[in-house]
């Protein structure tokens, strides 16, 4: 069954640096998806993405976060400048088309320290 | 504004015993519905989901969930739990822009 990938599992960064999540979502899925859980809170929305462009975010993406699709494979998301709260899991999604085929990857937990 | 509700933050039930974990949803149109299970520190597996058709949906590990459009409801039920049913499970909702809106979800605890 496809997948959606997420490197690395875990990453660990210092305050204040920048850092790149790495998502390689479904070959032929359309709409791309950031999301965030706080340890021992619930699932967040951060953003959406279609058509090279965002189509949706939420008051959580601000302007230290940014997402690119670079390559047509990968969908990344970038924190320019991480700070203590923004250790979290981080999880990618995407989908073809309507929400049947909705998939998540398995998250990267980020710890900035 | 789309939202979810799980109303129970902790439930603990005995290993054998059935479930049932209750989510209110609160959407304008035909909503679709799904439930997650995820154990610490790890990702999000989806047990079921609802679209449309037959109210009574049938998942992985032996789960199921019913939607009443009624109650707005999509409770998840098991018949027989198992230790390795320990785990948060989370209700979502598609809302604008086919993003997912969670419920805060359900710590489950099994005791033998």
């Known amino acids: 069954e496809p997948e959606v990938t997420q490197t690395p599992s875990h990453q660990v960064t210092q305050m204040g640096q920048e850092v790149i999540l790495r998502c390689v979502p479904i070959?032929?899925?359309?709409?791309f998806y950031w999301y965030r859980q706080i340890l021992g809170q619930k699932v967040e929305f951060l953003v959406s993405?279609?058509?090279?462009?965002?189509?949706?975010k939420s008051e959580i993406f601000d302007d230290q976060f940014s997402v690119e699709r670079p390559d047509g494979s990968n969908f990344t998301l970038k924190i320019r400048s991480t700070k203590l709260e923004d250790s979290a899991m981080y999880f990618c999604?995407?989908?073809?088309?309507?929400?049947?085929?909705?998939?998540f990857g398995s998250g990267t937990r980020l710890t900035v320290v | 504004a789309q939202s979810v509700t799980q109303p129970d933050i902790h439930i603990t039930v005995s290993e054998g015993a059935s479930l049932e974990l209750r989510c209110n949803y609160s959407?304008?149109?035909?909503?679709?519905l799904f439930w997650y299970v995820q154990s610490p520190g790890q990702g999000l597996q989806l047990l079921l989901k609802?679209?449309?058709?037959?109210?009574l949906v049938q998942g992985i590990k032996g789960f199921e969930a019913e939607f009443k459009r009624s109650q707005s409801s999509f409770n998840l039920r098991k018949p027989s739990v198992h230790w390795s049913d320990a785990a948060e499970y989370f209700c979502?909702?598609?809302?604008?822009?086919?993003?997912?809106?969670f419920g805060t979800g359900t710590r489950l605890t099994i005791i033998p």
């Open positions: 999604a995407s989908r073809l088309s309507g929400p049947r085929n909705y998939t």
């Open positions: 070959s032929n899925h359309l709409y």
């Open positions: 993405f279609y058509n090279n462009e965002i189509s949706e």
């Open positions: 959407y304008g149109a035909t909503p679709y």
């Open positions: 609802y679209f449309s058709g037959d109210t």
């Open positions: 979502a909702v598609v809302s604008g822009n086919e993003k997912l809106t």
